[in-house]
C-alpha cells in the first residue's frame, strides 16, 4: 500500500496508484501547449462523449422529476464516478445546490505540473460539456463554478448546478 500525498490517511493499493498516475499523464499530454482554441475544441470532444454516455447509461439513471436538483446532483456524481463524500452539498434551495468537490481531478494534478492556471482552463474545458449533460435530464439545468473558490488556490473547487425557471 502506498500513502496517497492529496489523501494522507488513506492508503491505496499500487495499482491505483499506477492508474492514477497514467490518467494524470495522460491528461498532461492532452493539456500541454494548449491555447484556448484548442482548449473549445478538447471540450466539444468531451461533449461528445458526455452525451455518447448519457445515451448508453440512462435508462440505469435513478431519477425523481420532483426533484430535479437532486437527480441533476445524482448524475453529476454518477458521471464522474464520485461519491457525494468527494462532493459534498454545501448549501441548497429550489434553485440552486452548491457542492465543494474534493474528489480526485486528473486536469487539477495537469494544471499543478504545467503550472496552468485552473480557472482559466476548467471555464474553458468542462463547463460547457457538464452543462450540456445535465440538459439532457432538464433542459433549465445549468452547471456553473465559482471561479473565486477553485483549486489549488482553495482546498476545493465550489461548483453549482443551477435550475432557471425563468
Not at 27 to 44: H, K, P, T
Amino acid at each position: 500500500m502506498i500513502f496517497c500525498h492529496k489523501y494522507p490517511v488513506t492508503m491505496i493499493h499500487p495499482a491505483e496508484y499506477m492508474h492514477l498516475a497514467t490518467v494524470v499523464r495522460n491528461e498532461i499530454v492532452r493539456l500541454r501547449g494548449s491555447d484556448q482554441n484548442r482548449l473549445e475544441e478538447m471540450a466539444q470532444e468531451m461533449l461528445a462523449r458526455r452525451l455518447g454516455w448519457y445515451s448508453e447509461y440512462q435508462s440505469l439513471l435513478k431519477t425523481d422529476k420532483k426533484d430535479v436538483l437532486n437527480s441533476a446532483y445524482q448524475l453529476f456524481l454518477n458521471k464522474l464516478g464520485i461519491t457525494a463524500a468527494d462532493a459534498p452539498v454545501v448549501s441548497r434551495d429550489e434553485k440552486i445546490l452548491v457542492l465543494h468537490s474534493r474528489n480526485f481531478c486528473p486536469t487539477l494534478e495537469a494544471c499543478k505540473i504545467l503550472n496552468l492556471d485552473t480557472r482559466f482552463v476548467c471555464r474553458h474545458l468542462s463547463e460547457i460539456p457538464t452543462t450540456a449533460l445535465l440538459r439532457q435530464y432538464h433542459p433549465k439545468l445549468r452547471f456553473t463554478r465559482n471561479y473565486d473558490k477553485l483549486r489549488p488556490y482553495t482546498p476545493y473547487c465550489e461548483e453549482m448546478i443551477i435550475l432557471d425557471e425563468s
